[in-house]
């Protein structure tokens, strides 16, 4: 079992109980083939509850702060996360997630590119709708429902993936795919909360 699974593993057998997850529409997320999977964005936990909750292991970009420590950009990496510059086209990242995408892998994104200090979904950018575009992978919404600190349960909803052949083929801007990937979860946060 390599780092990745086992580090799974862990997350899973402390998550599941401490935060009481449930999980819906797991039967959405394709079982093979390239994938790209959009979610909002409430928490510094969200890629491990994403994660954990996925059949498929998952690519997630992270910071590139976070890799200036040698220890724990090392782990990152190990458990599929790289490097994204911020605020800036960073080709070298664009890259890397265009192969993840390449190799019929899972790339995990939050399009909000931060987390959202009301618990509303904010804008997206345009970076989801590139890769989506870029790509003939399949696009899963996913909905994180509830707080890290409430007695509630948190729900994961996992949407049926977008129909992007018509966005494609009329060569729709990278922003407009967004909108509509962001109008997607907004539709699964609205049904589920």
């Not at 797991?26 to 909002?40: D, F, M």
């Not at 590139?64 to 800036?88: D, Q, S």
């Amino acid at each position: 079992m390599g780092l990745y699974h086992f580090a799974r593993s862990v997350c899973a057998a402390i998550f599941y109980p401490k935060y009481k997850i449930k999980v819906e529409g797991k039967e959405n997320i394709p079982a093979n083939g390239p994938l790209i999977v959009c979610s909002n964005h409430i928490s510094n936990m969200d890629p491990v509850v994403v994660g954990i909750t996925m059949k498929r292991d998952v690519y997630f970009m992270a910071k590139e702060e976070l890799f200036k420590n040698k220890f724990l950009g090392g782990l990152l990496r190990r458990v599929h996360a790289f490097p994204v510059k911020r605020g800036m086209k960073d080709r070298q990242a664009l890259r890397r997630a265009l192969d993840v995408l390449n190799d019929n892998e899972t790339l995990g994104l939050f399009p909000e590119g931060t987390r959202s200090k009301d618990g509303k979904l904010g804008k997206g950018l345009a970076g989801a709708g590139f890769f989506a575009l870029r790509s003939e992978a399949s696009v899963v919404p996913c909905a994180i429902i509830g707080t890290y600190k409430s007695k509630e349960p948190l729900r994961v909803v996992y949407g049926a993936p977008i129909e992007m052949k018509d966005l494609r083929e009329r060569k729709a801007s990278s922003q407009e795919v967004t909108d509509v990937i962001m109008k997607e979860i907004q539709f699964l946060l609205d049904e589920n909360q």
